[in-house]
């Protein structure tokens, strides 16, 4: 009874918050190319940041009340896409985390970071929205993504061998166990320039 109500708060704080990522990210990354935005470079970056971070807080924290606002999470192909966009979302978020983490505020200034931190943010926001628009067909029947002239079917999901997914979980382990390895041996970002 509660998850329901706990749940729409919570969908409510990732969706907004994620969209503040998102925006704060872009407008961050276009300071560099517009004089006007220039002088905000760094409120949008701290903006983007917090509002990261709340983002990774509230994801699971509604996969969770989400899982248990449903009868039976187990039997709908539907939900389960919900939780394959929940981790992508996750991932580009920690991403952008960890970029703004090991880089600081200054990333915006190299281009090449900077791009990557923006895409970061973007394809969060991006899975962030497809999340909303999954939310609002189970309970709407509509969604803001229907004025798309295509709908991807989201109620079938691949379901793949459990193999496979383990040798995934163990290849996304591996990849960031290397990638905190290789951090000591990259160069600070007044090197790059």
């Avoid at 409510?12 to 190319?33: E, F, H, I, P």
């Avoid at 940041?49 to 983002?55: M, N, R």
Wanted: glycine share 8%.
């Amino acid at each position: 009874m509660y998850a329901i109500t706990f749940h729409h708060m919570v969908v409510g704080l990732a969706a907004g918050a994620g969209t503040l990522m998102g925006l704060c990210a872009l407008l961050a990354w276009l300071s560099r190319y517009i004089s006007n935005l220039e002088s905000s470079q760094s409120t949008l970056d701290k903006a983007s940041y917090a509002a990261s971070i709340l983002t990774l807080v509230a994801i699971p924290l509604a996969m969770f009340s989400g899982y248990y606002s449903v009868s039976d999470p187990a039997g709908s192909a539907i939900l389960y896409n919900k939780f394959i966009f929940s981790g992508i979302a996750m991932g580009f978020t920690a991403s952008y985390i960890a970029g703004r983490v090991r880089f600081g505020p200054d990333l915006w200034t190299h281009r090449a970071l900077g791009n990557l931190q923006m895409l970061s943010a973007l394809f969060g926001l991006t899975a962030i929205m497809i999340l909303g628009s999954i939310g609002s067909k189970i309970t709407l029947g509509e969604s803001t993504l229907d004025i798309l002239p295509f709908w991807p079917e989201f109620m079938n999901s691949i379901v793949i061998n459990q193999w496979i997914s383990l040798f995934l979980l163990i290849l996304g382990i591996s990849s960031l166990l290397f990638s905190f390895r290789i951090m000591k041996s990259i160069k600070p970002i007044s090197d790059l320039d």
